[in-house]
């Protein structure tokens, strides 16, 4: 099945500061998926992003299909961006897979 | 329009005994998915249900059951509870046709198995 590696698996940072978050899987895809999971559990979705460039306020995400890599970019970083960051995809909805996540802290 | 909603939010079970999880989807979604996150396995697919039908399914043991109504509320059941059930279950909806990939997910049913 598909492996989807997301790096790094941690990250400190203090707030204002700008990260790149990475998912690299390894065959090809229709469906890619960036999702916020807060302290309660609830996942987010952030971005749905099987290719191509997409942005939201601070947050930006691009997909490179043909090289199977997927970068998530948070720019001027606050403290509520903390948590876990995680990358899913698949071919359409049914069974995504996903990636280990990126656990974020932003410190004050 | 209300999200998806999951009950109960919080159970405690012991070992042997079975449980039920309900998933109400967004209104208009008919694509219901199931997903089990544990800190040693991450985040799991278990199954997928679209029409009442189960369209996939993940490697989970037959312990795991889950179905689907003719208004898309989805149930999963896990009979004969282990301790290595315990875990955050996901359910995530997605509608029919244009934006059918994109899974929205609720806030999650936090199984403890003692």
């Known amino acids: 099945g598909i492996q989807v590696e997301q790096s790094p698996p941690d990250l400190i940072l203090q707030e204002g500061a700008n990260s790149t978050l990475r998912c690299n899987f390894s065959d090809s895809v229709n469906n890619l998926q960036w999702f916020h999971q807060n302290p309660w559990g609830q996942l987010i979705n952030l971005f749905y992003?099987?290719?191509g460039t997409k942005q939201n306020g601070r947050l930006s995400a691009t997909t490179v299909a043909t090289e199977r890599y997927s970068l998530l970019y948070i720019s001027s970083s606050q403290t509520t961006d903390s948590g876990v960051y995680f990358c899913?995809?698949?071919?359409?909805?049914?069974?995504?897979?996903f990636g280990q996540g990126t656990r974020l802290t932003i410190n004050p | 329009k209300a999200g998806v909603t999951q009950t109960p939010r919080y159970l405690i079970k012991t070992r042997g005994q079975q449980v039920t999880l309900s998933c109400s989807p967004i209104s208009g979604h008919r694509s219901v998915s199931w997903y089990q996150q544990t800190p040693g396995q991450g985040l799991q697919f278990l199954f997928e249900?679209?029409?009442?039908?189960?369209?996939n399914k993940g490697n989970f043991p037959g312990r795991f059951s889950g179905r689907q109504f003719s208004n898309s509320r989805s149930e999963m059941n896990v009979s004969t509870l282990e301790l290595g059930d315990s875990a955050l279950y996901l359910c995530?909806?997605?509608?029919f046709g244009p934006g059918a990939n994109v899974l929205t997910f609720g806030a999650g049913s936090r199984l403890t198995v003692l």
């Open positions: 899913a995809v698949g071919q359409g909805a049914q069974k995504l897979v």
């Open positions: 992003i099987p290719s």
């Open positions: 995530a909806s997605s509608q």
């Open positions: 249900y679209f029409s009442e039908t189960q369209r």
